[in-house]
């Protein structure tokens, strides 16, 4: 894939104002079946549950196997989802991702992908009791933010205008299923900002599931009438579409 590079298990994100370096580690446990989905039961079973099971089976991924799990999913994002985008929008993209925290599917291959088609990229940053898109242009644009978790510095990222909305945004998360629920961290952050952009009237927005795929799970996730239900998820193995795009 162009620009893709060559991910390291322990490459670091340089972080203005954060003593140059912000690490990114790959945790690496006893090896998780790649490529299957998991299979339970989970009648009776809260998030919480889910959680701690879905956190150590995404830990149990080897980093070198992760780091192609991230470099394969990324290629699938890029041909199967935005250059059509692009060539059907007729434009440059502006395109939401994170900074991969801990054992997260990394999308730094896509990000340096998006910069060399011209696209906007932006990311989250924690404000309160929401998020708020900045633009990132570079690496060093990240910081450490709340919990450590990365995200653009204010000092060097510009907030994405109200004016501007994403045309796709990649959503992190622990577990994924094939009815586009997704199990996240708890802090609700992605359903409030889905609900913001809706409230927005940013209905074309696609929003993507972006996991490895030990990472999908045959059961139903739990879900509430606020979480937010993906338009797709994209894992190494390819894209699941949810929606009638794609099919």
């Known amino acids: 894939m162009a620009g893709s590079g ?45 959680r701690k099971t879905m956190a150590a089976s995404r830990d149990a991924v080897p980093a070198e196997e992760r780091i192609r799990m991230s470099e394969r999913l990324c290629g699938h994002v890029e041909r199967e989802i935005l250059t059509p985008m692009r060539s059907r929008l007729g434009r440059p993209l502006t395109v939401c991702v994170y900074a991969a925290f801990r054992s997260e599917a990394d999308p730094r291959p896509l990000i340096r992908t998006c910069w060399e088609q011209g696209d906007t990229v932006a990311a989250p940053r924690i404000e309160g009791s929401g998020l708020e898109w900045r633009i990132v242009r570079r690496e060093e644009d990240w910081r450490a933010g709340k919990w450590g978790i990365p995200e653009p510095d204010p000092a060097a990222a510009e907030e994405l205008g109200e004016d501007r909305p994403p045309d796709a945004v990649l959503v992190p998360g622990l577990a994924f299923d094939r009815q586009g629920g997704r199990l996240g961290y708890g802090g609700g952050y992605y359903d409030r900002m889905y609900a913001t952009e809706t409230a927005r009237g940013n209905s074309d927005i696609r929003w993507i599931g972006f996991a490895m795929s030990p990472q999908i799970v045959s059961a139903p996730l739990p879900k509430e009438p606020h979480d937010l239900v993906m338009d797709a998820v994209a894992t190494d193995e390819g894209i699941y579409w949810l929606t009638g795009e794609g099919k």
């Open 6 to 50: 060559r991910l390291t298990p322990k490459q670091s994100w340089r972080g203005a104002g954060f003593n140059g370096k912000l690490e990114l580690y790959f945790h690496a446990f006893s090896k998780s079946k790649a490529g299957t989905a998991v299979e339970a039961t989970w009648e009776g079973k809260t998030k919480a549950d889910w």
